[in-house]
C-alpha cells in the first residue's frame, strides 16, 4: 500500500518554479492541458465523489502492450520485482516504471491526468511514483486505506492517484472498491475503522473497460478486492503529489541519466528532475 508522511520542509508554492525555469502550470500548458480540458460536470463528480473515471484514454492495443511490457518486466525482474517502492504477497508488483520503458510515459502526460491532478493538488504538483500492481487469482485483497497516514482537513488534500486498468475490471477479478465522499470525512480508515478488511455499506466496485484511467483523491478510502477469476488482473497507479512533499520514489535518484535526457522540460517538471 502506498503511505507517505507529511514533509513540511518548505512552503507549498517553493518549488513551483525549477531549475529549468518552467511552474508546474507553464509545464501543463506545454503539455495540453487548459481551464477547460476537464469538464465542470468531471470537476463536480471528482470533489463530490473523490473519484473519477475516465473512459478510453488508452486504446485496446495500447492497454494491451502495456500489459505485455508489465509481464516481461515481472519475468526479468523476478523476486525483485516491486521492491523499489513495496512488494505484496498475492500480487506481481513494479515501481520506477518511467525509467523502465518510454510507453509508460503517458502515465505523467495525459491532458486529462494532469488536469486531474491540477484540480485536486493545485498549482504546485509532480509524480510521486509509478508503479504496477497485477492482483494474481484467489489473491488481491486489501483493506480499506487512504494513500496517506493521518487524518486530513476536508479540502486541504496532499496526494492524488490514477489507476490505469489494463484488464477490464469486473465485479469479479479484483477491481478497486472505493468509498464515495470519505475524501471529505476527516477520518482514516486505518484509524477509524473497526475492520478495514470489512465490506463498507457504501463502497462501490470501480468496474470498467481496459484503456479507462480512474482518478482518484488519494484521501479517499479505497483497496484492492479479491481477485475470484483464473486470470491476473491488471493496473498501474500514478500517484502524484503536491510539490512540497517528499516523492514516493525520489525521481532524481531513480531515473537513469539517459531517461532524463530524453524526456522533455515539461514531463521533466512533471516529474521533479
Ligand atoms: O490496485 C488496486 O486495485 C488498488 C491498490 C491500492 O490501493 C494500493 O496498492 O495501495
Known sequence: MIEVERHNTA?????????????????????GVSEDTLSEDEKAYLDKNGYLPLEGLLSE???????????????????????EVHQEAGTYRLSN???????????ISHPKV????????????KLSSLNGRAALPGQGLQGLHADWKGRIEP????????????SDF????????????????????????????????????????KGTVVIFNSHT???????????????????????????QMDQKVSLSAETVGRLSDAQRVILDV
Not at 156 to 165: A, E, F, G
Not at 232 to 245: A, E
Request: aromatic share 8%; proline share 3%.
Open 170 to 209: 469486473t465485479k469479479r477479478n479484483g477491481a478497486t472498491r472505493v468509498v464515495p465522499g470519505s475524501h471529505d470525512s476527516g477520518m482514516n480508515p486505518r484509524e477509524d475503522l473497526e475492520d478495514p478488511s470489512a465490506d463498507h455499506p457504501d463502497q462501490v466496485l470501480l468496474t470498467a473497460k
Open 11 to 31: 512552503a507549498h508554492l517553493e518549488g513551483a518554479r525549477d531549475g529549468r525555469g518552467m511552474t508546474t502550470l507553464e509545464a501543463l500548458s506545454e503539455l
Open 155 to 166: 479540502g486541504d488534500y496532499y496526494v492524488c492517484n490514477s489507476i490505469w486498468l489494463l
Open 221 to 247: 478510502w479505497h483497496g484492492g478486492t479479491l481477485n475470484q477469476t483464473d486470470h491476473p488482473r491488471y493496473g498501474l497507479h500514478g500517484y502524484y503529489t503536491r510539490r512540497d512533499q517528499k516523492q
Open 97 to 107: 516504471l518511467i525509467d523502465k520503458d518510454e510507453r509508460f510515459w503517458i502515465c
Open 114 to 125: 494532469l488536469a486531474a491532478m491540477h484540480h485536486v493538488l493545485g498549482d504546485a504538483f
Open 61 to 83: 492495443a495500447e492497454a494491451d502492450g502495456l500489459r505485455q511490457r508489465f509481464d516481461e518486466l515481472v519475468e526479468v525482474e523476478g523476486e525483485d520485482a516491486g521492491k
